[in-house]
């Protein structure tokens, strides 16, 4: 008799502004089931300086708690472990220095999302668990942004992450410790004034129910069920709440029952902000959802391919920019030749093919813009549009090849996009650049398929003999590419026919 093997665990982590939360579940005949759950309080948040640098102090705090979670993870496959991070880390300075401190005690990658991104995955974390026909409003309000959601079933058909959270709130309006009418009323007027440019299409999309997910929501109702006696919140017992608060006049001195002492420090930001969600977008009640992010995460390990989402989401910008599909093949076509030749002394991987394919195929969305500063444009829309399935950083890539795929290369703007490895960054770069220069024609010639070989101190492209026009052309447009990749240290020499240029 054969035993069944018991199913590989699953462990999502959600790096948040105050608080690192880790849940580890199994999936059993297609159910998810939780096996355990952890929470390290880290408030990464307070670290933040005006110049959004993470403290030395917030980074130890991080450490700390990765070191820990490296133990409850051990033994554990790196494919079945999906870290995300949000709001603080997506917009800290030092990200780099960040991650590489991270690496020496946590072996497991970390993907820094999007706002966008952490909404969509919010929502599929309430979707797989809240069933219904109708619209459902979704509200997540973190330490650093809220993420607001309309959809239905599975699908989202308004989502936004605004930069407001409990923890920015409370620093900006709660700061002295103090709880005054005014300082509330400035707090939420500022909430609403974040909210107001997504308040009509919301409103317009409309919805039947409202639920709202996170520790501050869920710290609220607590407060509601014991004080009212109510399993909802509405507009009347938020304020109820916020005349408890201000009777007590102090953060300090805080005691209600119902709340946590561990929320005492941001309740009063969090609550500001959900008033302005129920006041900007007319908001009768709000159930509270105990599912959000990381049960997102971890549905979508279960359920999608990762690679077939991304592969989808390429495709679908790419139809509503009407790209010239054949070129953007033709493109692709000439990096992956020069790839195959170069992979293995570059160390390059087969990942790193997909991304230069991805910014093959959406290099010219610009053109709906104007065909002036293309690169410009179209790196814009890139990096701006909401991409599901890709992280932060690899949407800084992509956006990062299209950007500088022609014209001169400004590294002080290429350090905007905070690449964290540029050496590698640099040789993608020059292979994209290459192709794209040779398919200048929009034609398919013997100039498309170059040879290229990576010798001890210079990258040597090879052509065949051309025309005597077309040469010089290809020549001077090889001359200038010398100068342009030199910027970021890629020696390139060439040959066409018996032309040779170091």
């Known amino acids: 008799m054969h035993n069944t093997p018991e199913p590989a665990p699953f462990a999502a982590l959600d790096l948040g502004s105050n608080s690192f939360h880790l849940v580890i579940a199994r999936k059993i005949e297609g159910q998810l089931q939780i096996l355990h759950k952890e929470k390290h309080r880290v408030h990464l948040a307070a670290g933040l300086n005006a110049q959004f640098e993470l403290s030395e102090e917030a980074i130890e705090r991080a450490m700390l708690a990765f070191k820990q979670l490296a133990q409850t993870l051990q033994g554990f496959d790196a494919t079945n472990v999906q870290v995300v991070a949000t709001y603080t880390l997506r917009n800290i300075r030092n990200i780099k220095c960040f991650l590489a401190e991270a690496k020496k005690y946590f072996p497991f990658n970390i993907n820094v999302i999007s706002g966008q991104e952490e909404a969509r995955l919010i929502y599929q974390g309430v979707a797989n668990y809240v069933h219904g026909e109708d619209n459902r409003l979704v509200i997540d309000i973190g330490g650093g942004s809220t993420e607001l959601v309309i959809g239905q079933h599975f699908e989202t058909k308004q989502l936004t992450s605004r930069d407001v959270g409990c923890s920015n709130i409370t620093k900006a309006f709660f700061s002295s410790g103090k709880l005054s009418k005014s300082a509330f009323k400035k707090a939420i007027i500022a909430a609403r004034q974040e909210l107001e440019p997504i308040t009509p ?35 009347e017992i938020l304020e109820n709440i916020k005349s408890l608060l201000i009777a007590q006049s102090s953060i300090e001195l805080l005691d209600i029952k119902g709340l946590n002492p561990e929320r005492h420090t941001n309740i009063a930001g969090g609550l500001a902000i959900l008033i302005a969600s129920f006041k900007e977008l007319k908001i009768d009640k709000l159930s509270y959802c105990d599912y959000a992010l990381r049960e997102g995460v971890l549905h979508e390990m279960f359920n999608y391919d990762e690679f077939d989402l991304r592969v989808r989401t390429i495709v679908a910008l790419g139809q509503h920019y009407n790209i010239d599909t054949v070129h953007a093949d033709n493109v692709f076509d000439t990096i992956k030749h020069l790839f195959q030749q170069c992979k293995k002394p570059w160390g390059l991987k087969q990942k790193d093919l997909l991304l230069l394919q991805w910014a093959a195929q959406l290099h010219e969305v610009g053109l709906a813009i104007n065909s002036s500063a293309i690169q410009k444009h179209s790196a814009y829309i890139v990096l701006n549009s909401a991409l599901p399935g890709f992280t932060q950083q690899q949407q800084n890539v992509l956006s990062a090849l299209i950007r500088f795929h022609r014209k001169k290369i400004k590294v002080i703007d290429l350090e905007n996009y905070n690449i964290l490895n540029t050496e590698k960054f640099a040789k993608l770069l020059s292979l994209f650049r290459l ?9 398919l010639t013997d100039i498309s398929r170059p040879t290229i070989e ?5 990258t040597l492209v090879k052509f065949d003999e051309q025309h005597s026009e077309e040469q010089a052309l290809l020549l001077a447009d ?17 040959e066409i026919g018996s032309v040779f240029q170091n």
Do not use: H, P
């Open 435 to 443: 192709a794209v220069m040779v398919n200048r024609t929009r034609q």
């Open 478 to 494: 090889l001359e200038q590419e010398q100068k342009y990749l030199a910027s970021i240290n890629i020696n390139l020499s060439f």
């Open 201 to 235: 299409r919301y409103r317009k999309s409309g919805w039947q129910q409202c639920y709202g997910t996170s520790g501050t929501i869920k710290a609220l109702l607590a407060i509601a069920q014991v004080q009212f006696d109510s399993d909802i919140l509405t507009l």
């Open 454 to 458: 990576v010798l001890e101190a210079s």
